[in-house]
């Protein structure tokens, strides 16, 4: 409820806390909101309806949403996880149009590895389903895909793994994730 309450407060700076938890109820009531998971799910129904009404708009609310989550020069691998953020930025980067933020997020060994700390394997791998025509990124995700068995049982070998698996690799995207892997 607080990433909701948040973006909320985001695009209504007069949203108070208690005007939010009072649209969360009556939103829960009518049975378009799920938070027994300790997390806010929105009927798949309403979400359909408002990614369609929403059109052209949704991108920016997706950037509004980013950027309520950002002080200015601060990394991404910097951001307190709150539980959903690290699970769902890519998501969020792709529909806010920031293509070339997802692309620089995907091939950052600091993001990666702040990723692993809170999220499974999988969750990473998944990923860069939405840069997977792209060759490098494609790359990336099969390097991880491979190394999922180690890195779930020590995280900590994510740069070995890379390094192992992505030598002779030549893209720049690459070679750049290689020289962080061996700082």
Avoid: M
Avoid at 7 to 24: Q, V
Avoid at 58 to 64: N, P, R, T, V
Wanted: proline letters at 3%.
């Amino acid at each position: 409820e607080k990433v909701v309450k948040r973006f909320w407060r985001n695009i209504d700076p007069s949203l108070t806390d208690a005007h939010c938890t009072i649209i969360l109820a009556k939103l829960r009531n009518l049975g378009l909101l799920d938070t027994e998971k300790r997390c806010v799910s929105l009927h798949r129904l309403l979400h359909d309806y408002l990614e369609i009404s929403l059109g052209d708009r949704s991108a920016k609310l997706h950037e509004l949403f980013l950027n309520g989550y950002l002080v200015p020069s601060q990394p991404w691998h910097d951001v307190p996880d709150d539980g959903y953020i690290h699970r769902h930025i890519c998501f969020h980067l792709a529909r806010a149009g920031r293509r070339d933020e997802l692309r620089g997020l995907l091939l950052d060994l600091d993001w990666l590895e702040s990723k692993l700390a809170v999220c499974e394997v999988s969750a990473l791998i998944s990923d860069y389903d939405t840069l997977a025509a792209e060759a490098e990124y494609l790359t990336v995700q099969k390097t991880i895909r491979l190394s999922e068995g180690a890195l779930a049982r020590d995280r900590s070998q994510l740069p070995a793994q890379l390094l192992g698996r992505l030598l002779g690799v030549g893209s720049p995207g690459i070679l750049r994730l290689l020289a962080q892997a061996r700082a």
